[in-house]
């Protein structure tokens, strides 16, 4: 019996990286399914490897934390990924993304991709934006391929940790990883004229080991839903910047929503939380809330 970790998902086999450092094709017993667990990338297993060079997995250890999309188990930290342009880039979606983060207590970097598609003027717009989420205590990176942007202050975050790039389908993602290490020559793919996003390049998670970590690349989502398990209270909890002022609100339950003396609303007219994440906040709010009635 041997420990490893796994690293790739295809075609029914899982590919797992032994403590040895030996990549064995395996298999799952059968009996995972009955117990509803079905591994994924990022899964700390136990395999009995086989005469033949492959091995099947007879255990997995349980999870520190696991995402759904992508679906990987065990993770550090999460690169969120979003291009300035081509596709368009989104608060909406940037701020649902921190919060399906934040909700399973994983360290968010904001990663904004393609600065060399911007010019001046919007270079400055978006750097405004921007400043709100590195107010919050958010890292923002700033990169561009084209001109090596970013890729080293990327690449020192990897270190001692494991992590994954995610984001929408072509905002660079293997792209980025590519400039931090040439050697790992990922496929990319262009972005459709007609539809402006990507074209789902990527088809399958990926754990790379790279110097003293692992990243994992991984397909692109064309829409993101919230966790099943998000109740709508805990959602205040996912925004930091309501979170350092709660004390504050005059309600110890307080939703931000309709109590008076609120401190986050407060805050929200004072300008000092955005209002475009206090309207998501709402946004939000009412979507898990529909949610809740539909089931
Ligand atoms: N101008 C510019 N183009 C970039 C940059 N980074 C990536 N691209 C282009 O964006 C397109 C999509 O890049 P990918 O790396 O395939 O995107 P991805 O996020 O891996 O996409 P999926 O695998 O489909 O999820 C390619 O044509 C890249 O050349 C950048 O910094 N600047
Ligand atoms: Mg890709
Ligand atoms: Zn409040």
């Known amino acids: 019996m041997v420990k490893g970790t796994i690293i790739r998902l295809q075609g029914g086999f899982y590919d797992v990286m032994t403590e040895s450092n030996q990549e064995i094709r395996c298999r ?16 700390d297993v136990v395999i009995q490897d086989q005469q033949d060079g492959t091995g099947y997995i007879l255990e997995v250890e349980d999870r520190h934390n696991h995402l759904v999309r992508p679906p990987i188990a065990n993770i550090d930290q999460a690169f969120l990924l979003f291009s300035v342009k081509e596709p368009a880039f989104s608060y909406h979606l940037l701020d649902r993304f921190l919060v399906l983060i934040e909700s399973k207590q994983i360290h968010p970097i904001i990663v904004l991709t393609k600065m060399d598609l911007l010019d001046e003027s919007e270079v400055e717009s978006i750097q405004e934006a921007i400043k709100q989420y590195r107010a919050i205590g958010y890292d923002v990176i700033e990169t561009s391929t084209e001109h090596a942007r970013g890729v080293d202050e990327v690449r020192a975050l990897f270190k001692g940790k494991t992590s994954v790039f995610a984001g929408q389908t072509g905002v660079g993602k293997s792209s980025l990883l590519n400039a931090v290490a040439p050697e790992l020559d990922l496929a990319t793919g262009q972005i459709s004229k007609s539809l402006g996003r990507g074209k789902h390049t990527t088809r399958h998670v990926t754990l790379i080991q790279l110097g003293e970590g692992f990243v994992a690349d991984t397909p692109g989502f ?66 898990l809330n529909d949610r809740k009635r539909r089931y």
Not at 28 to 43: L, T
Not at 236 to 253: I, L, M, Q, S, T
Not at 254 to 262: I, Q
């Open 28 to 43: 799952a017993r059968g009996n995972f399914r009955k117990r509803n667990i079905s591994p994924v990338v990022g899964d």
């Open 222 to 287: 064309s829409s993101l839903e919230f966790p099943e398990e998000l109740e709508t209270e805990e959602l205040r909890w996912c925004f930091p910047e309501f979170v350092e002022r709660h004390d504050d609100c005059k309600f110890r339950g307080c939703m931000h929503v309709n109590e008076p003396g609120c401190a986050i609303k407060r805050a929200v007219e004072e300008g000092e939380i955005a209002s475009t994440r206090y309207e998501n906040y709402v946004t939000f709010m009412e979507e």
